[in-house]
Each structure stands twice: as structure tokens, then as C-alpha cells.
């Protein structure tokens, strides 16, 4: 059984960090990328930073040289450390996992076939 164990999230002031964790079972980082997403609300979901080993790592341009994805290969953990926040950060936070494919880039190809954690809020204050 697949299982990924989102955690980090918390209330933090603008310019503040914070570092999100994905504890995933079942699957091997070899196998599988990893993604985060974040839902503001009213808003739809949008992809943060994906790792994958084959296509690499990838940013979205508005967390561009604040934010940093990384894995921890022996715990099967994924990381996103998050500086610099600011308060259109906060969102509802969410990491999923599918099958690596050389069709896609880091971030695409989450549509069909995809396991997800459940989320933790992470909530900026100015």
C-alpha cells in the first residue's frame, strides 16, 4: 500500500521559514517522482517543486531561489524547505507521487494515476 505522510506546516511571520517533509511507503524514489502542490483558498491547486529521478528538479517562477526541494533517499523522504515566505504562501500544502516517465517534465503528468498525501497548511502572516 502506497501511503505519503505530508508534515512542517505551521504559522510562520513574513520572511520566515519552514520545512515541509513527505514520508512516503511503498514506493522507491528510483520508481516514482515526487511533487508539491499548494491550494490557496479560492484557488485552484498549482505545482510548487517536483523532483524526479529522471527529469530533475523544477520551480515554479514564484518560488523561484526561495524554495528547495530535496530528498532524503534512506528515509524515503522528500523535503521542501521553504525561506522567505511570504503571505501568498500560505496555502494548504500536499505532496503526491507517480511513476517516473520520460514523457514528462518534473512537474507534469499528475493527472491520472497519482497517489496523495493528505495536506498541511502552512499560513504566513505579514
Known amino acids: 500500500e502506497v501511503q505519503l505522510q505530508a508534515s512542517g506546516g505551521g504559522l510562520v511571520q513574513a520572511g520566515g521559514y519552514l520545512r515541509l517533509s513527505c514520508a512516503a511507503s511503498g514506493i522507491s524514489f528510483d520508481d516514482y517522482a515526487i511533487g508539491w502542490f499548494r491550494q490557496a483558498p479560492g484557488k485552484e491547486r498549482e505545482a510548487v517543486s517536483c523532483?524526479?529521478?529522471?527529469?530533475?528538479?523544477s520551480y515554479a517562477d514564484s518560488i523561484k531561489g526561495r524554495f528547495t526541494i530535496s530528498s532524503g533517499n534512506a528515509k524515503n523522504t522528500v523535503y521542501l524547505l521553504m525561506n522567505s515566505l511570504k503571505p501568498e504562501d500560505t496555502a494548504v500544502y500536499y505532496c503526491?507521487?507517480?511513476?517516473?516517465?520520460?514523457?514528462?517534465?518534473?512537474?507534469?503528468?499528475?493527472?491520472?494515476?497519482?497517489?496523495w498525501g493528505q495536506g498541511t497548511l502552512v499560513t504566513v502572516s505579514s
Open positions: 503526491a507521487a507517480r511513476l517516473t516517465d520520460l514523457r514528462y517534465d518534473a512537474c507534469s503528468g499528475y493527472g491520472n494515476n497519482v497517489y
Open positions: 523532483i524526479d529521478s529522471e527529469a530533475g528538479t
